[in-house]
């Protein structure tokens, strides 16, 4: 509505003033959507660029792995750590507490189980995925084994979707039993899952060339934590993968597996976000554990 009295002249055009550039703070991704960035933003911590992911959706292949037998009581204690959790639908409705105001990784395929040929995957209703507000698509994509076409057919769709809807999708690469988690396997993996759309990566940290695998991929990396290690090893994979370019952590078994996975989560953090060494974020874990 116009000024009531009169015309008046605007007092303050900022003439002169150039208009602030905002730009986003995670590589290869300047250029997609408001809806994407905001949510983004939720997943990775603007201030120090990383996240730390807590992963928990292995019961939909898996059944009632070690540690998530009783996930009410051994994962809901962890999520105020993490800066993102990931997670099935199932899951997400039973045992986490909406009030929780975490972003969520929702796992958007689904299909075989351990007892036959993994990756075979179709994927869920994007409304689904909308009505329970996931920050993030995740999409198993299984490079150079039996599904490849078609877990690659299932990350395009999702993609697609997700720019359609604002929603980032995740493309975790699955490694299986006739495939090495070496540096070149991983960088073709992570590449072909960021050339065809998605918006971040999460794959395996090799312990040679590394930085190859983050170099070449144009999107942010987050590494998975895999097998369970001895928490000090752990927390020295979490540094490696920092160091060498990784932009966080998804861990699960290396969390709630350990002997104290409050203390766990917080080391996790102290080294993603604090740049805390494996030794110092060792003490903090050992001191956090002790507590009475």
């Given at each position: 509505?116009?000024?009531?009295?009169?015309?008046k002249?605007?007092?303050?055009?900022?003439?002169?003033v150039?208009?602030?550039?905002?730009?986003?703070?995670?590589?290869?991704?300047?250029?997609?959507?408001?809806?994407?960035?905001?949510?983004?933003?939720?997943?990775?911590?603007?201030?120090?660029?990383?996240?730390?992911?807590?992963?928990?959706?292995?019961?939909?292949?898996?059944?009632?792995t070690?540690?998530?037998?009783?996930?009410?009581?051994?994962?809901?204690?962890?999520i105020?750590?993490?800066?993102?959790?990931?997670?099935?639908?199932?899951?997400?409705?039973?045992i986490v507490?909406?009030?929780?105001?975490?972003?969520?990784?929702?796992?958007?395929?689904?299909?075989?189980?351990?007892?036959?040929?993994?990756?075979?995957?179709?994927?869920?209703?994007?409304?689904?995925?909308?009505?329970?507000?996931a920050?993030?698509?995740?999409?198993?994509?299984?490079?150079?084994?039996?599904?490849?076409?078609?877990?690659?057919?299932?990350?395009?769709?999702?993609?697609?979707?997700?720019?359609?809807?604002?929603?980032?999708?995740?493309?975790?690469?699955?490694?299986?039993?006739?495939?090495?988690?070496?540096?070149?396997?991983?960088?073709?993996a992570?590449?072909?899952?960021?050339e065809?759309?998605?918006?971040?990566?999460?794959?395996?940290?090799?312990?040679?060339?590394f930085?190859?695998?983050?170099?070449?991929?144009?999107?942010?990396?987050?590494?998975?934590?895999?097998?369970?290690?001895?928490?000090?090893?752990?927390?020295e994979?979490?540094?490696?993968?920092?160091?060498?370019?990784?932009?966080?952590?998804?861990?699960?078994?290396?969390?709630?597996?350990a002997?104290?996975?409050?203390?766990m989560?917080?080391?996790?953090?102290?080294?993603?976000?604090?740049g805390?060494?494996?030794?110092?974020?060792f003490?903090?874990?050992?001191?956090?554990?002790?507590?009475?």
């Amino acid at each position: 509505m116009a000024d009531k009295d009169s015309n008046k002249e605007a007092a303050d055009y900022g003439i002169g003033v150039p208009v602030t550039k905002h730009g986003f703070f995670l590589k290869g991704l300047d250029h997609v959507d408001w809806g994407m960035k905001d949510r983004l933003s939720r997943i990775f911590n603007p201030k120090s660029g990383y996240t730390v992911m807590l992963a928990f959706d292995h019961g939909y292949i898996m059944g009632p792995t070690s540690g998530l037998e009783r996930m009410d009581l051994t994962i809901t204690p962890l999520i105020d750590y993490a800066d993102c959790i990931m997670c099935s639908r199932g899951a997400l409705r039973s045992i986490v507490p909406p009030t929780s105001n975490k972003a969520v990784s929702l796992r958007y395929s689904a299909g075989t189980t351990v007892l036959t040929d993994l990756n075979d995957e179709c994927l869920l209703d994007i409304e689904d995925a909308i009505r329970v507000n996931a920050s993030a698509l995740a999409i198993m994509v299984a490079v150079g084994s039996k599904f490849e076409a078609k877990t690659i057919q299932n990350l395009v769709r999702t993609a697609d979707l997700g720019n359609k809807y604002g929603i980032p999708t995740l493309g975790v690469t699955a490694v299986g039993k006739e495939l090495v988690r070496d540096a070149r396997y991983l960088s073709l993996a992570c590449r072909v899952c960021a050339e065809n759309g998605a918006t971040f990566v999460k794959t395996y940290f090799s312990e040679t060339d590394f930085e190859r695998v983050t170099c070449s991929c144009p999107v942010p990396i987050v590494i998975a934590g895999g097998k369970k290690l001895p928490e000090l090893e752990a927390l020295e994979l979490a540094y490696q993968a920092i160091q060498q370019g990784a932009s966080g952590v998804d861990m699960g078994r290396n969390v709630f597996q350990a002997e104290h996975p409050v203390a766990m989560i917080q080391a996790i953090r102290a080294v993603v976000h604090d740049g805390r060494t494996p030794k110092d974020a060792f003490d903090l874990y050992t001191t956090i554990k002790n507590v009475k």
